[in-house]
């Protein structure tokens, strides 16, 4: 398998996706700058977490229109994985791979702690190595993970099984309090209709080793790994 993480000026969680990549392949990810036009074929693209452009305008949206998102949106279009983690995520949407938007944070305040969400389906690249309904462990740190698109929209994600994660707490139950942001339905990811792309505001790549002091994250990559090789 072949990967490869776009590298946007702000980014900071290049690195970490880099090396949970690595742990999971064997090998080196490409890293591609975001004023590339081309790279290599691969198998997956990763859009990493961080602060693109400083997050000037609205999040993700300057690094959504970055001269490397032309090919990405074309690969995408093509079948090719595509993974945006938290700023990633915000990309996704901007760039029309995803539907909704990532909106300011209910409480209009910055979040960095552990949460728990719940694996919604098992039946994607993405999510195979766990068991639908579990409940795992990943950090997030957000200012804008609140996910939020009109109530048809939200009927379209249900009924197509597109909602990949659920905010949740220890047990696995969706409540209130175990949301971190205020996004509707407690959503934390979402898949497009083919369940090729995913987008997440949660960080796996951050406990993707009992040394960061757990590993419920390592299923992502161990998953894309098996299911893309």
């Known amino acids: 398998m072949k990967a490869a993480v776009i590298v946007f000026p702000g980014s900071n969680c290049d690195r970490d996706v880099q090396v949970a990549l690595r742990q999971s392949m064997g090998r080196e990810p490409l890293m591609v700058w975001h004023k ?66 990532l909106m300011r944070n209910a409480d209009l305040k910055f979040v960095c702690r552990d949460v728990t969400v719940r694996v919604e389906s098992s039946q994607s690249l993405f999510t195979h190595k766990y068991e639908q309904g579990q409940p795992i462990r990943i950090p997030v740190a957000h200012h804008d993970g609140n996910y939020f698109t009109d109530e048809a929209g939200l009927q379209r994600l249900e009924d197509r099984g597109q909602i990949a994660f659920r905010y949740c707490d220890a047990e696995g139950a969706v409540t209130a309090e175990a949301n971190p942001n205020g996004s509707q339905r407690n959503i934390a990811g979402v898949y497009n209709e083919t369940k090729t792309v995913l987008g997440l505001m949660p960080h796996p790549e951050r406990l993707a080793d009992p040394k960061l002091g757990g590993s419920d994250g390592r299923g992502v990559f161990d998953g894309l790994v098996e299911a893309l090789a």
Do not use: H
């Open 36 to 101: 590339e036009t081309d790279f290599d074929p691969v198998d997956l693209i990763v859009l990493p977490g961080g602060f693109s452009y400083g997050d000037y305008l609205r999040c993700g949206a300057m690094a959504a229109n970055s001269p490397v998102m032309k090919e990405v949106v074309a690969r995408a279009d093509k079948g090719v994985a595509v993974l945006g983690i938290c700023n990633g995520f915000q990309m996704l949407t901007e760039a029309g791979l995803l539907p909704g938007v």
